[in-house]
């Protein structure tokens, strides 16, 4: 099973750019597949953006399609968020999830989990 450590999140002003990093630990991290997810103060923790073993396929929330992209180095075991034109509503907890059987929308999918890293966009 892999493990999971999020890094890059800050504080940033509305518009700008962050580059979310999760670093897996173990073999088997390219039969995982993997999403990003958030959750805000006082709400449910959402998916952001999953992606396929291969990375061939990857999907979106509609609130951060367009402005994010999601990718993964298997070679390195590493995922990645690359968060462009942030909002204040993108303010939030980041996780990074691992799941054996795919790559899906909701967090019960998912069997690892990192710590999360904070992300604080200011208007």
């Known amino acids: 099973q892999v493990q999971l450590v999020e890094s890059g999140g800050g504080r940033v002003q509305a518009g700008g750019s962050l580059r979310l990093s999760c670093a897996a630990s173990?073999?088997?991290?390219?039969?995982?597949?993997m999403g990003w997810f958030r959750q805000a103060p006082g709400m449910e923790r959402e998916i952001v953006a999953g992606?396929?073993?291969?990375?061939?396929?990857?999907y979106y929330a509609d609130s951060v399609k367009g402005r994010f992209t999601i990718s993964r180095d298997n070679a390195k075991n590493m995922v990645y968020l690359q968060m462009n034109s942030l909002k204040p509503e993108d303010t939030a907890v980041y996780y990074c999830?691992?799941?054996?059987?795919?790559?899906?929308?909701?967090?019960?999918?998912?069997?690892?989990w990192g710590q999360g890293t904070q992300v604080t966009v200011s208007s």
């Open positions: 999830a691992a799941g054996v059987t795919g790559w899906g929308r909701t967090a019960h999918e998912y069997d690892v």
């Open positions: 173990g073999r088997t991290f390219s039969r995982y597949g």
């Open positions: 992606i396929s073993w291969s990375g061939a396929r990857t």
